[in-house]
């Protein structure tokens, strides 16, 4: 029973550091709120989320409420992802992600702010060989 007591203090840091690294869980469609604007997420095309350094997992109907979320955010959080515009439902890790604008596609609340695998698929997807990448670093201002 010792044995028990001292190994269960260490499954349980185990579990927390593998919660922290886990994958983006995903969005569900007409349930899921926005963190930061509070809307119902309804468009799947859009958004992305944000796992907290304890675990916690925050929702965004779009990049831009994302955006804002990253520059009020005290620390910098485990892990953040976009939705994949082409590829609904599925997410890419916001650091490899190819984000840029897209004008003719608007989402939720206005947005235009989409994200590819890359720029040679954004500019097919969206039809605009003028297409250019963003630096998410510099938009968000992540601390």
Request: proline share 6%.
């Amino acid at each position: 029973m010792r044995k028990f007591g001292l190994c269960l203090p260490l499954l349980f840091l185990a579990a927390a550091s593998c919660e922290a690294g886990r994958d983006a869980e995903p969005i569900q469609i007409g349930h899921d709120a926005c963190s930061t604007c509070r809307m119902t997420i309804v468009d799947d095309r859009y958004g992305g989320e944000v796992i907290s350094a304890k675990g916690k997992v925050f929702k965004f109907d779009t990049l831009e409420c994302l955006s804002q979320f990253h520059s009020r955010a005290a620390e910098k959080p485990a892990a953040s992802f976009a939705v994949h515009f082409a590829h609904p439902g599925r997410f890419l890790r916001l650091d490899d992600a190819v984000v840029t604008h897209a004008p003719s596609r608007t989402g939720p609340m206005g947005s235009s702010l989409v994200a590819f695998q890359s720029v040679d698929e954004a500019r097919a997807v969206l039809n605009d060989p003028a297409i250019e990448p963003l630096s998410w670093q510099v938009y968000s201002k992540t601390p």
